[in-house]
């Protein structure tokens, strides 16, 4: 069995824009998610998939952010502990 794959800003980036039936490239790094349309059931939604890459995200690393560009530093951050 392979460990799952990294989860990665461009996956972070497809995926909330799924959520919100938007392109991708309609979600920028310093958008405030909440003002796209992301509420909390769609962040839950995202913590759930995301947390199956290996990392322990929570719904709290998250609600306290409003960009991906902040999400994705916690990510960043809970990957770099995951392989310490």
């Keep these: ?15 909330i824009a ?23 059931m769609r962040v839950l939604g995202l913590v759930l998939a995301w947390s199956n890459t290996g990392i322990a995200l929570e719904f709290s690393h998250l609600a306290e952010h409003t960009t991906l560009r902040a999400w994705w530093a916690v990510v960043q951050r809970l990957q770099g502990s995951a392989t310490a």
């Design 1 to 15: 069995m392979s460990a799952p794959s990294p989860l990665t800003l461009e996956r972070m980036r497809a995926d």
């Design 18 to 40: 799924g959520m919100l039936h938007e392109a991708p490239d309609a979600v920028g790094d310093d958008d405030h998610l909440i003002d796209l349309g992301l509420d909390s």
